[in-house]
């Protein structure tokens, strides 16, 4: 049995009525993708894409940059689903860790998707704190523009 699952980054809503059916895990997408497609309201068109979704996996990035932020907007988040993962970056732009906002949202049993993870380091550091919740690790690997 394969461990191996399928996301697809950053769909338009057309795209991901053609996936339907398709072996795919999910969806994942950021802010930067949402204004690639044009959105202007993110979280209305984070609920369309959620009607689409077909109950699939979708993970909504928060755009914040600090402890407060993050929390609040990913409570938001999590509030549109339950198949909703919250991405929340391994480091905040300053590039301190944000193990806390990670922790503080972990035990409020929130779906998390840590991101733009490099490093085996930055896993072994939050996975004590991940045990028993439902969390996607996006490991980036080669990554020269996004």
Do not use: C, W
């Not at 894409?49 to 979708?58: A, D, K, M, R």
């Not at 689903?81 to 732009?93: A, E, R």
């Amino acid at each position: 049995m394969s461990n191996i699952q399928i996301y697809i980054d950053g769909p338009t809503e057309d795209e991901m009525k053609e996936l339907v059916g398709k072996n795919i895990s999910g969806y994942t997408f950021n802010p930067t993708l949402f204004k690639n497609l044009g959105v202007k309201d993110y979280l209305g068109h984070s609920k369309k894409v959620l009607e689409i979704s077909n109950n699939l996996p979708v993970s909504l990035e928060v755009i914040g940059d600090n402890y407060e932020d993050i929390v609040s907007q990913a409570n938001e988040l999590a509030s549109l689903g339950s198949n909703v993962f919250v991405k929340i970056p391994i480091t905040y732009t300053s590039g301190v860790s944000t193990l806390d906002t990670i922790k503080t949202l972990a035990d409020q049993n929130i779906n998390l998707n840590i991101t733009a993870i490099f490093t085996l380091d930055q896993i072994r550091e939050i996975l004590p704190d991940l045990r028993d919740t439902k969390t996607i690790i996006s490991v980036f690997a080669g990554r020269i523009y996004d």
